[in-house]
């Protein structure tokens, strides 16, 4: 890819946005600034306000108040320029059933305004999302999976600095996922900013510099992904007893989160909880510990927690 990257501006800026759908308030005060060259994670659960958000950034939805800018360029008084610089990945399956690919992509490239210099990075977005004995298929006739990387060639076509992934890889198979990631890191790896919406966490995690979180359409984090793990003070440890345990003391039944035969996770904090106090505990109860093994929280327990802990809407500025 030989796009030219300005490094002048920050890749996105939303101000104070606000968002209503008559008396639903969808989104409430959102600021928040994606770098440009960020890999940035937006989480959230189901109705947190992570589409509505992409919706406005897109241009494909107004803010009831506030302003997004994407490179500096207003994405209602200059939507024309933000649009030019923004690729969108869509989460729904949305394609044109009279076209083969290579004509979805060559008539998306034109929208754009981009004419037969364009054909060599059309094929070379073919070959590398495994497209190439498709490329003369009618959409329509593509399983779910082709369907989705064509999407994703059609969100690149134009060589956008700034890509948006919307639940990319919701049920899609492994082969496509690793494609995806691939292909991601690659454009990541040349500079172009890249938004990342998941519901699986363990990919924002290997994936995402910085990360930011939603619920009830408020921002409740912000911070880089050191910072959200740093967040949680707590990590599980894995035990081994010689004997399944369907009874334990009170202190420590409350701790466990998982058993299995023998088998016992219990959730502790690292500072007040150590390994040595719980080990202590067990062999108190008359239980013996054949083998142990300690796992620090991911992203995923931080994510509970934080969403579990708001029961309102409540907003942080963070890293």
């Avoid at 890749?11 to 005060?29: M, N």
């Avoid at 979180?213 to 408020?218: A, N, R, S, T, V």
């Avoid at 707590?234 to 039944?253: C, G, K, W």
């Amino acid at each position: 890819m030989h796009a030219t990257l300005s490094t002048t501006t920050s890749a996105i800026v939303v101000r104070g946005v606000h968002k209503h759908f008559g008396k639903v308030h969808a989104l409430r005060g959102i600021d928040l600034e994606v770098q440009q060259g960020e890999f940035f994670g937006l989480l959230g659960p189901n109705g947190a306000g992570k589409s509505t958000l992409i919706n406005l950034i897109a241009g494909l939805a107004r803010a009831s108040a506030g302003t997004i800018a994407i490179h500096g360029h207003d994405v209602v008084r200059n939507y024309r320029q933000a649009r030019r610089i923004l690729g969108v990945v869509p989460q729904e399956l949305v394609y044109d059933p009279f076209f083969t690919v290579r004509e979805v992509l060559t008539i998306q490239s034109g929208y754009f305004g981009l004419g037969p210099s364009n054909r060599t990075w059309i094929e070379e977005l073919i070959e590398t999302l495994n497209l190439t004995e498709k490329a003369d298929t009618n959409v329509q006739r593509l399983s779910g999976g082709m369907k989705r990387r064509v999407l994703i060639a059609q969100a690149l076509v134009h060589r956008p600095p700034v890509v948006v992934l919307d639940e990319p890889t919701a049920g899609v198979d492994v082969e496509l996922r690793q494609v995806l990631w691939c292909f991601a890191n690659r454009l990541h790896s040349e500079g172009h900013t890249l938004v990342l919406t998941t519901h699986y966490l363990g990919e924002a995690e290997t994936l995402c510099g910085r990360i930011a979180i939603l619920q009830h359409g408020g921002l409740i984090a912000l911070d880089t992904k050191e910072g959200l793990l740093a967040r949680c003070p707590y990590r599980r440890l894995v035990v081994t007893l010689s004997n399944p345990a369907p009874h334990l003391p009170a202190l420590l039944e409350e701790r466990v989160v998982a058993r299995e035969g023998a088998l016992l996770t219990l959730r502790i904090h690292r500072i007040h909880e150590p390994v040595g106090s719980i080990l202590d505990a067990l062999r108190n109860a008359g239980l013996q510990v054949m083998d142990l093994q300690t796992q620090d929280s991911g992203l995923e327990e931080v994510f509970l927690d934080l969403t579990q802990e708001r029961n309102g809407v409540a907003q942080t500025t963070g890293s």
